[in-house]
């Protein structure tokens, strides 16, 4: 709750479960808010109290300075100490989504069929959307490729690269690398 003398000079409206303070009511505006969050949020410390404070007209500086300025009709000051302070509720940046190569080489594997039914050869490079071998029957089945340095992501390894492959534990992404949240350690680094 806000403290007594404070809303003559403020508003305040609720947006989706979370209390923010406005300056509407002193700038005429009626009570409430008519600006969301999205517009600017910050923060406003009223008598040692962080408030969510939302404006199109001040920013929390200025208003911070018309809260400390606040008086009754009589002049006497309601006694507040405002300041800038850190929002309670801090928006958090939305999690970020990979945004990884949209297709992967995959191995085709016994049982695969091109789209009109014909078989494709076992090792077969597909250039597939990365949930398409689990999700159609044409390529079920089909394994990630492997990232041979100098080569890229391919299916045909020589002896010598699939006993690599076979003794390797480390995976990477299509550029060879790891440790990029966009890019998905999907092949078996042969090398």
């Keep these: 709750m806000l403290p007594a003398g404070f809303l003559e000079s403020s508003s305040t409206c609720v947006i989706d479960g979370v209390l ?46 018309k809260i400390n300025a606040a ?37 085709a594997v016994a049982g695969n069929t091109d789209l009109n039914g014909n078989p494709i050869a076992p090792g077969t490079s597909l250039n597939l959307p990365a949930d398409q071998a689990a999700s159609d029957p044409h390529y079920q089945g089909a394994t990630p490729g492997f990232f041979v340095p100098g080569l890229g992501a391919i299916c045909s ?24 949240y966009n890019q998905p350690e999907l092949y078996t680094l042969v090398g």
């Design 20 to 65: 923010y303070l406005s300056d509407d009511a002193a700038e005429n505006e009626g009570s409430g808010c008519d600006e969301t969050p999205d517009e600017g949020l910050t923060g406003i410390c009223v008598d040692g109290v962080a408030y969510n404070y939302i404006s199109d007209d001040f920013d929390n500086v200025q208003f911070v300075a």
């Design 157 to 180: 390894l020589s002896p010598e690269q699939a006993a690599l492959a076979a003794a390797s534990t480390k995976h990477v992404n299509h550029t060879g690398g790891s440790g990029d």
């Design 71 to 107: 008086s009754d009709l009589e002049g006497k000051s309601y006694g507040h100490v405002a300041g800038v302070c850190t929002p309670p509720l801090q928006r958090g940046v939305a999690a970020p989504v990979p945004q990884g190569p949209d297709r992967y080489i995959f191995c």
